[in-house]
């Protein structure tokens, strides 16, 4: 049953629903989830007039969501509570028309361009905070496409088939059969893939230069303040982003957000998208901007989508990314092995042996998380000591069934050409190579800079994070940078926040104290 403080949200969200819609149930009566399946739309249903539940007989579980009695083309094959239920909630807000992720016009001709049929499965776990932004987006482009469906597959109650692909982590996509994708990812880079793998018929060209007072690159903590404060001084602000949110979507619980003891990182995405819709703020999502031009002191922006966008002052807050190991393996086996997200792929190795790179907190933290699902977890660190914070070696070595192992140098990751079996490392101290089999690695060694775009026209240094003076200016007049993407130490939140602040502050008073922001 829905809490009733959930049920008054449903009920308010459902309240300007414009057409009918049925949840149609295939169950079989014997399954054993038939009656949470029940349970759950018929409570979502009696939330509005506008919807209802239809049961038919079937072999195994799923339901269709049909738009006045039409097909919608998208089927769930699973319970969708936990992280999935928003899901649910917006694939009827969406098809209402009515939904807060809805395309731009020129993403939706994009998706409308598509000829091939295309047939998706998207395989996930209740768990997995990654999963609900693919499913959704994918959702979307089958609402939009009728030559696109989506089936939504819980791995936990369709083993037979997660078995029959071998999948190993979540989001797992697959198009027509074939692997198309594994892991977070955004509609924009999803509809790359589509098109790449079945061509398009979109030939549009969007105009060029759309000008702004500021531009605002990334939507994570940095940016949304960023794009918030410059927006409050009364410049015309766009945000340029891949998804607003950024890494901390990623992010299960956050309890250091100073005056909120506790969030998670989709909640906190979920008000930084609120806030930045307070203001006359242009947010360009889904994109991913690929070039800066520097003419005059005028940059210009070109997206993933042809856009190009130009300012006389652009703040960079475009974060980082988690870093690969680049070694032999690693590659070839992720999404069947090799892992980068604990709480999402964590439950697939319930009852085996794991590996994690890295001993900083992100590892340790894994390591933790992993030890109450994995029978076995052995921490690899480079180093000669464990860099996390002393609290988490404390707990470490509490847990019987993690082992560390320092002075240890990755040299590859070895499987049978389907899944990981074992991992390969060299001890720095004996010089002696060294195989440990497990079923499973996640890479936790930091974070990469996504500066590359900019790179050829801002100062970096060795590692690729953007140079930046006290006030977030860069070596290029106009330019600043915000947050992970600079040399600002301590990559936290909250930090992130107060320089995405200080960066717009620095361009507002560049302007009024008459400093060119053109050079």
């Known amino acids: 049953m829905l809490e009733q403080t959930i049920k008054k949200q449903v009920i308010d969200l459902f309240s300007s629903l414009k057409n009918q819609y049925t949840f ?17 739309l ?25 738009q006045n009695n039409q097909n919608t083309n998208v089927v769930f094959k699973a319970v969708p509570n936990g ?9 009827v807000l969406n098809l209402d ?37 693919v499913v959704q987006a994918l959702n979307i482009l089958a609402f939009l496409n009728p030559n696109i469906s989506h089936e939504i597959i819980d791995g936990a109650i369709n083993q037979e088939e997660v078995d029959k692909l071998n999948i190993q982590a979540v989001p797992s996509v697959y198009a027509n059969g074939k692997q198309l994708h594994v892991g977070r990812s955004s509609l924009g880079e999803l509809l790359g893939k589509i098109e ?21 690159a990334g939507g994570g903590p940095a940016g949304v303040s960023a794009a918030v404060y410059s927006a409050r001084k009364g410049f015309s602000v766009a945000i340029v982003a891949e998804k607003i949110g950024g890494q901390v979507t990623e992010t299960v619980s956050i309890e250091n957000m100073i005056s909120i003891p506790k969030t998670s990182g989709a909640e906190l995405s979920g008000n930084l998208m609120k806030h930045l819709n307070d203001y006359p703020i242009d947010i360009l999502d889904n994109r991913i901007i690929e070039k800066l031009d520097v003419i005059d002191g005028i940059k210009t922006l070109t997206t993933s989508l042809s856009e190009s966008l130009t300012t006389p002052a652009l703040i960079i807050a475009t974060g980082a990314s988690w870093k690969k190991l680049n070694i032999p393996g690693e590659s070839d ?16 190795y319930k009852g085996k042996k794991v590996v994690v790179i890295g001993g900083g907190n992100s590892g340790l933290e894994a390591a933790i998380d992993l030890s109450s699902i994995a029978t076995e977890v052995e921490v690899l660190e480079f180093m000669d000591e464990l860099k996390g914070d002393q609290v988490l070696q404390d707990k470490i070595k509490q847990l019987s069934n993690v082992k560390v192992r320092t002075n240890a140098q990755t040299l590859s990751i070895e499987g049978d050409g389907s899944k990981v079996n074992s991992i390969k490392y060299k001890n720095r101290e004996t010089e002696q190579e060294e195989v440990l089999t497990t079923d499973g690695v996640f890479v936790q060694i930091g974070l990469n800079a996504n500066s590359k775009a900019f790179s050829d026209t801002v100062k970096t240094n060795r590692i690729g994070e953007i140079e930046i003076d006290s006030h977030c200016r860069t070596n290029q007049a106009g330019i600043y940078a915000a ?3 600079s040399i600002v130490p301590y990559k936290q939140i909250v930090i992130a926040m107060g320089e995405g602040s200080k960066a717009a502050l620095s361009a507002f008073d560049d302007q009024i104290k008459g400093l060119q922001l053109t050079n």
């Open 83 to 91: 992280h999935e239920f928003t899901t649910l909630l917006l694939a």
């Open 196 to 216: 790449e793998q079945f061509g398009t018929d979109f030939t549009q060209k969007v105009q060029p230069d759309k000008k702004y007072d500021i531009i605002v």
């Open 483 to 485: 947050g992970d993407v």
């Open 333 to 348: 086996y992720i999404g069947s092995g090799v892992a980068f997200c604990t709480h999402c792929d964590g439950p697939f």
């Open 24 to 40: 149609q149930i295939n169950v079989a009566s014997s399954h054993s989830s038939k009656k949470e399946l029940v349970s759950l």
């Open 42 to 66: 018929e409570d979502v249903a009696s939330c509005s007039d506008k919807v209802s539940v239809e049961i038919l007989e079937s072999y195994s579980l799923s339901f269709n969501i049909l």
């Open 97 to 133: 028309g009515i939904g807060k992720n809805l395309p731009d016009e020129i993403l939706t001709k994009r998706i409308q361009a598509i000829t091939a049929n295309v047939k998706l499965k998207s395989f996930i776990s209740l768990s997995c905070t990654n999963c609900p932004d």
